[in-house]
């Protein structure tokens, strides 16, 4: 089994340092995520610049939490549910779309709905989505600019899905008490 370390600043090989640095200045401190990313700083910085340029979309900040949690909730990210749930209170969306998300049910509109909807057949599908339901999303009130930015989270979500995947890295201390497993869902 791989083993994957969380770096500090201190430990991080000299060209995460900086990348580091500058996610302690944004967070306050440094996630779990951004420190096992470290090991690769191009990792790191590619994950930083995906990040800041999908913060930058047209997408409200309630799409951009359907986008993010709709692929953590596919991908079962043990760690991204629990902090994109923290980060969705942060941003303050609606404790029910969070919570939609989180337990695949319905979520409070037909628009948000339609964006779940088209996010997960773009992930299920790798991006072979259909004339008929990429229509359903245009009619729904989107843009083909809104699927370009549903792309650009996707980027960003693998790179941190899948890193988590492989590390196991542990739920920060702070989003410890939105943790979320599937089988819990499907337990209640």
Not at 166 to 188: G, I, L, Q
Request: aromatic share 8%; net charge negative.
């Amino acid at each position: 089994m791989a083993e994957f370390k969380i770096h500090t600043i201190e430990s991080a090989p000299e060209a995460g340092k900086p990348l580091l640095e500058k996610s302690y200045k944004a967070n306050g401190r440094i996630p779990g995520l951004h420190g096992t990313m470290a090991d690769a700083p191009q990792l790191l910085e590619a994950y930083q610049v995906a990040h800041a340029q999908f913060m930058a979309t047209s997408l409200t900040d309630e799409e951009k939490t359907v986008v993010w949690q709709t692929i953590n909730v596919e991908h079962e990210c043990h760690y991204c549910v629990p902090a994109h749930t923290g980060i969705a209170k942060m941003m303050k969306v609606d404790d029910a779309i969070t919570e939609a998300l989180r337990n695949e049910t319905p979520l409070p509109t037909a628009k948000l709905e339609a964006l779940r909807t088209f996010t997960l057949l773009v992930i299920r599908n790798r991006g072979f989505v259909d004339d008929a339901d990429t229509q359903a999303f245009l009619d729904a009130g989107f843009t083909t600019t809104n699927i370009l930015e549903v792309i650009l989270g996707a980027a960003q979500k693998v790179m941190s899905n899948y890193v988590n995947h492989f590390a196991k890295t542990p739920v920060d201390e702070v989003f410890r008490k939105f943790e979320w497993s599937r089988s819990k869902v499907a337990a209640e």
